[in-house]
């Protein structure tokens, strides 16, 4: 981590590595790190999309996740190979769904399934 300077990217992932470790207490103080360095310089969504797995279960805040990076059009990036699993379970859920698939990250994917109406 030091050798990056902190780079929120990677930031993220460790945050994301320790949620997907298990260790949510201490995701959660990365994502607050995050939150609070946001306040003083820019932090791209991108970082905090990382950590999407934090969210599910509360489909505001995902929702609000998800449009913070539709608006900032968080592209296909190493962001997507890690985060797929994550927004792939989204793609069927009636609200959520159309957020993901609004990623610029899924436009250029072949072969989604179609959205369910």
Do not use: C, K, W
Not at 12 to 28: K, N, S, V, Y
Not at 36 to 41: I, K, S, T
């Amino acid at each position: 981590m030091e050798l990056t300077q902190r780079g929120p990217i990677m930031v993220g992932i460790h945050g994301r590595t320790l949620a997907l470790a298990g260790r949510r207490e201490e995701a959660m103080a990365i994502r607050a790190e995050l939150t609070e360095r946001a306040r003083l310089e820019y932090i791209g969504p991108g970082a905090f999309l990382q950590m999407i797995g934090l969210d599910l279960g509360d489909d505001d805040a995902t929702a609000t996740l998800l449009r913070s990076n539709v608006e900032a059009e968080t592209g296909p990036t190493a962001i997507y190979t890690t985060v797929a699993p994550e927004l792939d379970l989204l793609l069927s859920h009636p609200r959520l769904g159309p957020l993901v698939r609004q990623l610029s990250l899924y436009a250029q994917r072949p072969g989604l399934p179609p959205m369910r109406r």
